[in-house]
C-alpha cells in the first residue's frame, strides 16, 4: 500500500500546538472563590471550591471559569435563594472573568508580582471591563494567584428585594486563591 | 486532494489572528476540563408543602425545620365564620406543631402533632429521582408516608359507638403513603400529581344519606397541585385532591380538599397567605375529613411559620 508523502500533515496542527503552546499552559491545581457580604444580623459567606483556572504564560491569557451551583453556604435554604432569587444560576450557570496580563513576567524563574489584570468579569450575564488586582507567586514551577476585590451587585443586574429582613449590602467581597500547574487534562 | 483539508486547517492557524485563536483554544482547554454537573433542576417548590398538599421538596442534609402550621376558623358566614369571629381569626381549626430533619439530600424524616384528634404524626419523605436541566430525568419523583396514632380518650373515639364493640389500640392507628410526581416547566411554572392511598385502622359505621356507601377504611386520592410565579417573588399555589370514595361522593358533609394561596419570598424568608376548605393539616386528617364547602364561605385562613437550624454544617 502506497503512503501519502503529505500524511504527516494532519498532525503538524497538533504537533505546533503541543510544542509551542501546551508547555506554557497552566491550569488549576486547586482553586477556591469565596465571598463574603456584610449584613447586621449576620454575615453571609459562601466558599466555591469547583472554579478553573487557565493560564497561557506565552501570550499572558487568562481564563477563570466559576459555577455559581458550586457555591456553598453554611445555611443550605441562603444557598437556595442566592442561586435562584440573586444569581438566576439556571439562566446564567457561571462567572468568569477572561483577562490578560501584559506585564513581564519570568515565569521560569522563582519570584512574586503584584500586578493588576485588565480583562472582563461576567457575572449574572453582565460583563464589565475591570482591572483586578493580583499577586502572583511563582515557585518549583507551581503558580499561585491571589486577588481580592469587590463586586456591585448593581453593576451586573443583581437586584436585592424590597421586602428583605435582613438588609444585604449592596457590595460583595470577592477573594480568589488558586494554584496551577502546567496544563494537564483533567479526567472524568 | 486527500492533503486539502489538513493544509486548509494549517493555513487556519499561521494566518489567523494568534491572540484570538489562543484565547479560543485556552477556552476550549477550559472546557474540556471535567468538574462537578450542577445539572439538577432546584426550586420545583419553595417549601416541602405547596399548601395541604406535600411538595417533592424537603428539608437539606443536615438541618432541621421547626414549623407551626396554623388554620384559623371558617371565613365565611354560612360555615360560623363571618364578622363575628373576625372571618374566622377567632378560632383554631387546626395547629400543627412539627420537626423535619434531612438525613440525607434524599431523605427526610418528621415528626408532629396536631390539634385534631390529638394527633402524633411520623412521616417520611424519600426523592427517589431528580429532574435534571438536560431533561434526562424529565421529573422529580419522590415517596412519602404518614402514620397517626390519635391519643384522644376512649370516651371520645369510640362516641356513639356500641359498648360490646371491642376496643384495640391499633384502632388509633391511620396511614397515608403517596407519590409526588412533580415537573418544573420553567421557572415560573411547577406542576405536581399526587397519587395516594389512605387507609384508617378504624372508621365507624356511617352511611351517606345520598347514594347509601358505607365510610371505607382505605380509599385512594389523586392529587394536583401547582406553583406559578407571577412576579420574581411572589408566586400563585393550588393544590386540590381527587378522593375515590363512594361515601365521599355527594355527600353533604364530606368535600374534596382545595386549597389556593400566595407566596412571597422576602430573601431569606418565605411567606404563605393561603386559604383551604380543610381543618386537618396531615394526610390522615384532611384527606379523609375536610367537611367544609368552599361555596358555603367554609375556607380558612392559614399561615405557619418556619424556622430552619444548620444542625450539620456543610465542609465549607
Given at each position: 500500500?502506497?503512503?501519502?508523502?503529505?500524511?504527516?500533515?494532519?498532525?503538524?496542527?497538533?504537533?505546533?500546538?503541543?510544542?509551542?503552546?501546551?508547555?506554557?499552559?497552566?491550569?488549576?491545581?486547586?482553586?477556591?472563590?469565596?465571598?463574603?457580604?456584610?449584613?447586621?444580623?449576620?454575615?453571609?459567606?459562601?466558599?466555591?471550591?469547583?472554579?478553573?483556572?487557565?493560564?497561557?504564560?506565552?501570550?499572558?491569557?487568562?481564563?477563570?471559569?466559576?459555577?455559581?451551583?458550586?457555591?456553598?453556604?453554611?445555611?443550605?435554604?441562603?444557598?437556595?435563594?442566592?442561586?435562584?432569587?440573586?444569581?438566576?444560576?439556571?439562566?446564567?450557570?457561571?462567572?468568569?472573568?477572561?483577562?490578560?496580563?501584559?506585564?513581564?513576567?519570568?515565569?521560569?524563574?522563582?519570584?512574586?508580582?503584584?500586578?493588576?489584570?485588565?480583562?472582563?468579569?461576567?457575572?449574572?450575564?453582565?460583563?464589565?471591563?475591570?482591572?483586578?488586582?493580583?499577586?502572583?507567586?511563582?515557585?518549583?514551577?507551581?503558580?499561585?494567584?491571589?486577588?481580592?476585590?469587590?463586586?456591585?451587585?448593581?453593576?451586573?443586574?443583581?437586584?436585592?428585594?424590597?421586602?428583605?429582613?435582613?438588609?444585604?449590602?449592596?457590595?460583595?467581597?470577592?477573594?480568589?486563591?488558586?494554584?496551577?500547574?502546567?496544563?494537564?487534562?483533567?479526567?472524568? | 486532494?486527500?492533503?486539502?483539508?489538513?493544509?486548509?486547517?494549517?493555513?487556519?492557524?499561521?494566518?489567523?489572528?494568534?491572540?484570538?485563536?489562543?484565547?479560543?483554544?485556552?477556552?476550549?482547554?477550559?472546557?474540556?476540563?471535567?468538574?462537578?454537573?450542577?445539572?439538577?433542576?432546584?426550586?420545583?417548590?419553595?417549601?416541602?408543602?405547596?399548601?395541604?398538599?406535600?411538595?417533592?421538596?424537603?428539608?437539606?442534609?443536615?438541618?432541621?425545620?421547626?414549623?407551626?402550621?396554623?388554620?384559623?376558623?371558617?371565613?365565611?358566614?354560612?360555615?360560623?365564620?363571618?364578622?363575628h369571629t373576625l372571618f374566622g381569626l377567632d378560632e383554631a381549626s387546626d395547629i400543627r406543631?412539627?420537626?423535619?430533619?434531612?438525613?440525607?439530600?434524599?431523605?427526610?424524616?418528621?415528626?408532629?402533632?396536631?390539634?385534631?384528634?390529638?394527633?402524633?404524626?411520623?412521616?417520611?419523605?424519600?426523592?427517589?429521582?431528580?429532574?435534571?436541566?438536560?431533561?434526562?430525568?424529565?421529573?422529580?419523583?419522590?415517596?412519602?408516608?404518614?402514620?397517626?396514632?390519635?391519643?384522644?380518650?376512649?370516651?371520645?373515639?369510640?362516641?356513639?359507638?356500641?359498648?360490646?364493640?371491642?376496643?384495640k389500640t391499633a384502632h388509633r392507628m391511620a396511614y397515608t403513603t403517596q407519590i409526588l410526581?412533580?415537573?418544573?416547566?420553567?421557572?415560573?411554572?411547577?406542576?405536581?400529581?399526587?397519587?395516594?392511598?389512605?387507609?384508617?385502622?378504624?372508621?365507624?359505621?356511617?352511611?351517606?344519606?345520598?347514594?347509601?356507601?358505607?365510610?371505607?377504611?382505605?380509599?385512594?386520592?389523586?392529587?394536583?397541585?401547582?406553583?406559578?410565579?407571577?412576579?420574581?417573588?411572589?408566586?400563585?399555589?393550588?393544590?386540590?385532591?381527587?378522593?375515590?370514595?363512594?361515601?365521599?361522593?355527594?355527600?353533604?358533609?364530606?368535600?374534596?380538599?382545595?386549597?389556593?394561596?400566595?407566596?412571597?419570598?422576602?430573601?431569606?424568608?418565605?411567606?404563605?397567605?393561603?386559604?383551604?376548605?380543610?381543618?386537618?393539616?396531615?394526610?390522615?386528617?384532611?384527606?379523609?375529613?375536610?367537611?367544609?364547602?368552599?361555596?358555603?364561605?367554609?375556607?380558612?385562613?392559614?399561615?405557619?411559620?418556619?424556622?430552619?437550624?444548620?444542625?450539620?454544617?456543610?465542609?465549607?
Amino acid at each position: 500500500m502506497k503512503t501519502n508523502p503529505f500524511k504527516f500533515l494532519i498532525f503538524l496542527p497538533a504537533i505546533l500546538l503541543a510544542t509551542s503552546g501546551m508547555g506554557q499552559i497552566y491550569n488549576g491545581k486547586s482553586m477556591s472563590v469565596t465571598f463574603f457580604s456584610k449584613a447586621p444580623l449576620e454575615d453571609i459567606t459562601a466558599i466555591n471550591k469547583v472554579s478553573k483556572p487557565i493560564l497561557n504564560t506565552a501570550t499572558g491569557d487568562v481564563i477563570v471559569k466559576v459555577p455559581i451551583q458550586g457555591f456553598i453556604f453554611e445555611k443550605a435554604l441562603m444557598q437556595e435563594h442566592f442561586n435562584e432569587n440573586y444569581m438566576e444560576s439556571e439562566k446564567y450557570p457561571d462567572a468568569s472573568f477572561k483577562g490578560k496580563i501584559t506585564e513581564p513576567i519570568d515565569w521560569k524563574k522563582d519570584g512574586t508580582y503584584k500586578l493588576n489584570i485588565a480583562g472582563k468579569l461576567l457575572v449574572h450575564g453582565v460583563e464589565k471591563d475591570r482591572t483586578l488586582p493580583v499577586v502572583i507567586t511563582i515557585k518549583g514551577g507551581e503558580i499561585t494567584v491571589e486577588s481580592k476585590f469587590t463586586i456591585t451587585l448593581k453593576d451586573h443586574n443583581i437586584t436585592i428585594p424590597e421586602l428583605v429582613f435582613q438588609k444585604i449590602a449592596e457590595t460583595v467581597d470577592v477573594t480568589l486563591n488558586a494554584t496551577l500547574v502546567p496544563y494537564s487534562p483533567k479526567k472524568k | 486532494m486527500r492533503i486539502l483539508f489538513p493544509l486548509l486547517i494549517l493555513g487556519a492557524f499561521v494566518s489567523g489572528n494568534p491572540a484570538r485563536a489562543q484565547d479560543n483554544d485556552l477556552e476550549k482547554l477550559l472546557e474540556e476540563e471535567s468538574g462537578p454537573q450542577f445539572n439538577k433542576v432546584f426550586a420545583t417548590f419553595k417549601t416541602s408543602r405547596i399548601i395541604s398538599s406535600q411538595s417533592v421538596e424537603q428539608v437539606k442534609a443536615g438541618t432541621l425545620d421547626f414549623r407551626v402550621t396554623h388554620r384559623f376558623g371558617n371565613v365565611g358566614a354560612g360555615s360560623a365564620g363571618g364578622g363575628h369571629t373576625l372571618f374566622g381569626l377567632d378560632e383554631a381549626s387546626d395547629i400543627r406543631i412539627s420537626f423535619d430533619y434531612g438525613l440525607t439530600e434524599n431523605f427526610a424524616l418528621g415528626i408532629g402533632r396536631s390539634k385534631r384528634k390529638e394527633n402524633l404524626d411520623g412521616n417520611f419523605k424519600w426523592k427517589i429521582l431528580h429532574q435534571t436541566t438536560d431533561n434526562k430525568i424529565p421529573f422529580t419523583l419522590s415517596l412519602f408516608s404518614v402514620a397517626t396514632f390519635t391519643p384522644m380518650r376512649e370516651s371520645q373515639l369510640y362516641l356513639g359507638v356500641d359498648s360490646t364493640f371491642e376496643r384495640k389500640t391499633a384502632h388509633r392507628m391511620a396511614y397515608t403513603t403517596q407519590i409526588l410526581l412533580a415537573r418544573k416547566f420553567s421557572s415560573w411554572l411547577s406542576l405536581q400529581l399526587t397519587p395516594g392511598y389512605t387507609h384508617r385502622n378504624f372508621v365507624k359505621e356511617d352511611y351517606n344519606p345520598n347514594n347509601q356507601a358505607a365510610d371505607e377504611n382505605g380509599f385512594a386520592s389523586l392529587g394536583i397541585g401547582g406553583r406559578i410565579k407571577i412576579t420574581k417573588r411572589s408566586s400563585i399555589l393550588f393544590d386540590y385532591f381527587h378522593l375515590f370514595s363512594k361515601y365521599r361522593q355527594n355527600n353533604d358533609n364530606f368535600f374534596a380538599p382545595l386549597s389556593l394561596g400566595i407566596e412571597i419570598e422576602t430573601g431569606g424568608h418565605v411567606f404563605h397567605l393561603n386559604f383551604s376548605n380543610s381543618s386537618g393539616i396531615i394526610e390522615n386528617d384532611f384527606l379523609p375529613y375536610t367537611q367544609s364547602d368552599w361555596l358555603a364561605g367554609g375556607f380558612k385562613f392559614g399561615f405557619n411559620i418556619s424556622r430552619v437550624f444548620t444542625v450539620v454544617k456543610p465542609k465549607m
